[in-house]
Structure formats: C-alpha cells, structure tokens
C-alpha cells in the first residue's frame, strides 16, 4: 500500500522532547514535500512545519525554535524533533506528503498517515 506510518508518539513532562518519525512506503517513487500537521478532539487539524526534498523549511509560530524537521531520502523517513514541549503540543501528529507514484506514468499524489499521539503533561 501506498502509505506513511508515524511513530515516536509518547508521554513526556512540560519541557521534554520527542523524536516523531514519518516512514515511507517503498512503492512510493520520491517526495516533493513532507510536512506535519497535529489535531486536537473536536478541534480542526493545524500545521506544525514542512520541508522540501530541496531543504526549505517552514514552521508554525508555535513552535518555531523548539520543533525541527528533517528528511532522510536515502531510508525514506522525515523526521519532527520536538524540544521544550508544552502541554499545549498535545495532539495526535499527523505526517502528510505530496509524492510521485509510478504506474504506466508518474503520478502526483498527496497523502496522510494515520497520525501518532502525544500527550504533555505539566
């Protein structure tokens, strides 16, 4: 299938940090961008940050200068560090890429994970 599977979800203290990881189905050729989105129940699904296969990034003021994203091409996996974490990043985080599937053709397509939670306590 045609996928991305976040992991590195948890529980952790105010202050704390967490490795989000965003693997990469093989049958998925390449990635023009990968980003991380996070939602809270009953609240709509906000963006966090988002990197090009080029190394542009972009991120939520919420968490600029504590969040870092990141990309490894050659084992298919982004990456969300999260440091100094707040209660207020509690939320399930979602990975979302634009990819490129061959089949007869080249194909854009965008895609989501089934997302991985976590939880900030103060």
């Known amino acids: 299938q045609v996928q991305l599977v976040e992991s590195g979800g948890g529980f952790v203290q105010a202050g704390g940090s967490l490795r989000l990881s965003c693997a990469i189905s093989?049958?998925?050729?390449?990635?023009?961008?990968m980003a991380w989105y996070r939602q809270v129940q009953g609240k709509q699904r906000e963006f966090v940050a988002q990197?090009?296969?080029?190394?542009?990034?972009n991120y939520a003021d919420s968490v600029k200068g504590r969040f870092t994203i990141s990309i490894d091409k050659d084992v298919k996996t982004g990456y969300l560090q999260m440091n100094s974490l707040k209660p207020e990043d509690t939320a399930v985080y979602y990975c979302?890429?634009?990819?490129?599937?061959?089949?007869?053709?080249?194909?854009?397509?965008?895609?989501w994970g089934q997302g991985t939670q976590v939880t900030v306590s103060s």
């Open positions: 990197i090009t296969t080029t190394g542009n990034v």
């Open positions: 979302n890429a634009d990819i490129y599937i061959f089949n007869g053709r080249l194909e854009p397509h965008n895609i």
């Open positions: 093989d049958s998925i050729d390449s990635i023009n961008v």
